[in-house]
């Protein structure tokens, strides 16, 4: 079999697993948030903080959620890792945003965030700060979660499928479910360009 094979046919395996009634969750409390003039923030480091770029995009033009992500201003994270350190630049992030009750967290991570590992301690940070203001927490995460499965009020979990190829799949499948969330009818509002120009 050739690596592409295998590789999609692992991507296959992904997809049967996804928890369908955790994506449901998600969905809800997003329109949840919205509904109640909440904001989204969406987390996330290196790949996984590109993906939060782009969702920013999909949430604000087709959910019409207002959105933001925190490292889409270079400036002001390199700025706070510098001169506080890289742990406390989300959680700094959201203080000075005013998180509040209302508002919800999209962790988009491979491993979630460990404390004890010292892998993104900068998400479990924000997490513990969005528990103290009671802000939701959801998430797409890979392997078991970390963090982030523990802390939030819906999470959707990557199947692992060959630890292998952890990373590349957590990332990816970050992209299916988010377009996923964005084109529920329980929060698009509105056509993409695409669909709206077919006959």
């Known amino acids: 079999m050739s690596f592409s094979r295998q590789f999609l ?7 049967d697993g996804l ?6 969750r998600v969905v809800a409390i997003l329109a949840a948030t919205r509904s109640s003039g909440g904001r989204l923030f969406i987390l996330g480091v290196g790949g996984s903080a590109a993906n939060a770029s782009h969702a920013v995009n999909d949430f604000r ?6 959105s933001y992500a925190p490292t889409d201003n270079v400036s002001e994270l390199t700025a706070r ?4 350190g890289w742990a ?3 959680e700094a992030w959201l203080k000075v945003s005013r998180l509040k009750p209302e508002d919800t967290l999209l962790v988009f991570s491979v491993g979630g965030g460990n404390l004890e590992k010292n892998v993104s301690p900068n998400l479990v940070a924000a997490l513990q700060f969005a528990k103290q203001v009671g802000a939701k927490i959801t998430g797409i995460v890979g392997r078991d979660g970390g963090y982030t499965a523990t802390a939030a009020d819906a999470c959707v979990i990557v199947p692992t499928v ?4 952890t990373t ?3 990332e990816a499948f970050q992209a ?4 996923l969330i964005v084109s529920h009818p329980a929060l698009k509002q509105s056509e993409t360009k695409w669909e709206s120009v077919q006959p």
Do not use: L, Y
Not at 61 to 66: H, L, R, S
């Open 9 to 15: 046919n692992e991507a296959k395996q992904v997809i």
């Open 19 to 24: 928890d369908v009634d955790a994506i449901e």
């Open 61 to 66: 033009k087709i959910a019409g959620i207002e």
């Open 81 to 84: 890792t510098n001169d506080e």
């Open 88 to 90: 406390s630049v989300f």
């Open 162 to 165: 060959n630890p292998m190829h």
């Open 168 to 170: 590349p799949h957590a």
């Open 176 to 179: 299916v479910v988010w377009h």
